[in-house]
C-alpha cells in the first residue's frame, strides 16, 4: 500500500493526489457552528479525534491533528514549494519538521507559508525553531509575519531563529533580523503588554557560512547540521536535521555541489531543489532562452541536475521543489529528473506530508480546512508575564468621539 502511496508521487498521479486537498467551500457553515460550540480540548474539531497509527497503515489523506505521531517516527510537512511569484497553489518555500519527541523545526520561511502552517493548527508553544537557508524573500519573507502569529497564537517564549553569515556583516542573519525588529518596531510595541513580554523577543544564532558539516543546534536528541550552498552570493546553506538513527536534509537554494554530496549521504529524505528546466523557465517568465539558462543551471538545479545528484546520493526518498507544478512544467519536470534518476521520488508541493519511519516512507496530501479557527492556547500561556498595555498619547485620545460608549471592562483573570 505505501509503495502505492509512493508512485502517487509520479507524473501523471501527481495531479488526481492533489485533488485530495480539502479547500471546500460547504465547510464555511461548520467552521460558523464550531465558532458558536464550546471548544473541544485537543484543537480539534468535534467528531475527530487523535489516533495512533496501527501496524503502518495510515489513512490516505493527512487530517491535522488526528494522528499521534509515533515515537520513533518523523512528519515533514511542505509550506510551501513554489517560486517567489507565488500562486495559491504554491506559495514559497518552507517546510515543518515534526520528531515523536514532540520537537517541531521549521525549514526556511517563504513568504506565504503562514496560512499553510495555520491550516495545520499546530501548538504554536512548539513552533519556535526557524533554520534559513538564505535570505531571499522566497525564503525569509514570511519570517516577521510568523513571529508575530505565533506569539499571538501560543507561543510565550522567544522565537529562535539559526541563519548564515553572508560576505560582510550586513548580509548575514543577524543584520537581517536587526533590520526587521526596527522596521516593525511600532508593530511589536503595539502587542509588547498585551501579549507574554517574552514571547516578542527573537534569539539569533548566526554561524559561519563556510562551516562544513559543523553542529548548528543539538537539543533532545536532535542534532542540525550546516554546510555552504552555491547560490547567488555567499551566505547560503544547507542542512541536515539527525534525530533517532533518522536523517532529513533540507537543501536551500543550489547548484550541484560536492558538500551536499559528502554530507547528505545516508539521508533518508533527502530534499534538494528541483528547478524549472530552461525551456519551461523561459516560457514561464517570458525570458529569453539566455537568461533561462543561466538561472535553471547556473544559479540553481535543473531536474536532469537533481536527478545525477539523487542517483548518486540514493536517498531513501528523494524531494524535490521550488517550481510551480503546472501540467505542462510538472511533465518538463519530469522528463529531467527521469532522464537521469530512477530511484524514489516525491515531486513536493504545497501541504504534501511524508512519514518516515526506520521501515517505511509515506507521502500523502493533507486536508485542510479553508476557513481554520486558531489553535487553542496553553494555560502556560494565558499566565505568562505581560507588561502593562500601551496606548495613544492624551493628545490623540482625546480625539474619542463622543458619540459611542464602549461597555465596561470584565476584570482582567486573577484580578
Ligand atoms: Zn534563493
Ligand atoms: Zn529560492
Known sequence: MKREIMLLCGASALFAAG?????????????????????AQDSLPRGRT????????????????????????????AL????????????????????????????????????????????????????????????????????IASWLSGRYTPIHVYG??????????????????KGYAWDINTRTGALPDAGGQIEVHEFPFMQENVIVY???????????????????????LEWNGLKYVFGGDTYPNKWYMK??????????????????????????????TYV?????????????????????????????????NTAAIMDGVRATYDGPLTLCRDLMVINVTKEDIVVRMAVVDEYVLPPDVTDAYKKAPRSDDKSPSAKVLAGKWKGYTPPPMPKKPGN
Open 50 to 77: 487523535a489516533a495512533p497509527i496501527i501496524d503502518g497503515v495510515y489513512p490516505a489523506s493527512y487530517f491535522p491533528n488526528t494522528e499521534i505521531l509515533g515515537a520513533d517516527e518523523m512528519r515533514i510537512t
Open 296 to 328: 535553471s543551471t547556473r544559479i540553481h538545479s535543473e531536474p536532469a541536475a537533481f536527478g545525477k545528484v539523487m542517483s548518486t546520493l540514493k536517498p531513501r526518498m528523494a524531494v524535490g521543489y521550488h517550481s510551480v507544478l503546472s501540467p505542462e
Open 218 to 240: 543539538r537539543l533532545n536528541g536532535v542534532t542540525i547540521r550546516s554546510w555552504p550552498a552555491i547560490h547567488s552570493l555567499d551566505g547560503a546553506v544547507s542542512y541536515s
Open 164 to 181: 548564515p553569515t553572508g560576505a560582510t556583516p550586513e548580509l548575514g542573519i543577524k543584520a537581517f533580523v536587526n533590520a526587521m525588529q
Open 263 to 292: 554530507y547528505a549521504a545516508g539521508a533518508d529524505v533527502a530534499s534538494h531543489e528541483c528547478f524549472l528546466p530552461p525551456k519551461a523557465l523561459a516560457e514561464y517568465f517570458g525570458w529569453d532562452l539566455s537568461q533561462a
Open 19 to 39: 485533488c485530495l486537498v480539502g479547500r471546500n467551500d460547504d465547510q464555511v457553515g461548520n467552521e460558523a457552528l464550531a465558532r458558536s460550540a464550546p471548544r
Open 80 to 147: 510551501g514549494t513554489g517560486m517567489p511569484n507565488q500562486t495559491r497553489a504554491a506559495v514559497s518555500i518552507s517546510y515543518l519538521v515534526e520528531l515523536g519527541n514532540g520537537d517541531k523545526f521549521i525549514f526556511d520561511a517563504g513568504s506565504g507559508m503562514l496560512a499553510n502552517l495555520f491550516s495545520l493548527r499546530p501548538d504554536f508553544s512548539k513552533i519556535d525553531k526557524v533554520f534559513a537557508s538564505h535570505l531571499h524573500v522566497d525564503h525569509v519573507g514570511d519570517f516577521m509575519a510568523l513571529h
